[in-house]
């Protein structure tokens, strides 16, 4: 999956995005750090090229969302298939296994999978890792519930985001989290038949998000 074995990848985890406690959800651990840039220096340092930024390391408010809202049970999983889009280092992914349900987490970013394999790991948990563009096949998501944080953040994915919204919801349930992503409200949600569940007030990393606290909006079909 990835160029690093899995104890490089961990070391290199643990010593710059701790497996720890989730502000929002405090009975979860993963890995997290308050600033990417030196597991960004290290992981380019152990490859020896250019990699992307290391966004999966960070604690997004969105993510932390979705996997309160499954801890509370306001998001029911258990029992049911599972797909995590853009599942980072695993916050909901995680959850949604940890309440019962058969999980898989997909993600373009063979180190998030694999750091979210890691944290699957230290939790005794299977999750399936699928490294590819849900939106390219969004099809392929033959699940009972698909969780998504932060799904559009770039101009470039409003048009591939409302295609695969619209093929999800066909088959599935969609929860659909956004803690102000740019371009997010250009997909309209409620065209698309998902409507507003919550509201949550999520902490947040002020040199991250430029703010220590972030308002969610969970939306569900």
Do not use: N
């Amino acid at each position: 999956m990835t160029l690093l074995a899995d104890e490089t990848l961990e070391r290199l985890l643990e010593t710059h995005a701790p497996f720890q406690s989730l502000p929002f959800v405090p009975e979860l651990a993963t890995w997290h750090t308050t600033d990417e840039m030196p597991l960004w220096e290290a992981l380019e340092a152990e490859l020896g090229r250019h990699v992307e930024p290391p966004f999966f390391a960070l604690a997004w408010p969105a993510g932390q969302a979705l996997a309160r809202m499954i801890f509370d049970g306001t998001i029911p999983v258990a029992g049911k298939r599972v797909a995590d889009v853009g599942c980072g280092s695993g916050p909901v992914a995680l959850a949604a296994a940890l309440r019962g349900a058969t999980v898989t987490a997909v993600d373009l970013d063979p180190l998030a999978l694999a750091s979210c394999g890691l944290a699957a790991r230290r939790h005794g948990l299977a999750i399936a890792l699928e490294c590819r563009d849900a939106f390219a096949l969004p099809e392929a998501l033959d699940v009972d519930v698909v969780l998504a944080a932060d799904l559009v953040y770039h101009k470039s994915q409003i048009e591939p985001g409302l295609r695969a919204l619209a093929r999800w919801r066909e088959r599935s349930r969609v929860f659909l989290a956004d803690g102000g992503r740019p371009h997010f409200d250009a997909i309209d949600p409620k065209k698309l038949g998902l409507t507003v569940v919550a509201e949550l007030d999520v902490p947040a990393e002020r040199k991250v998000e430029g703010a220590t606290q972030r308002r969610v909006r969970v939306f569900s079909s």
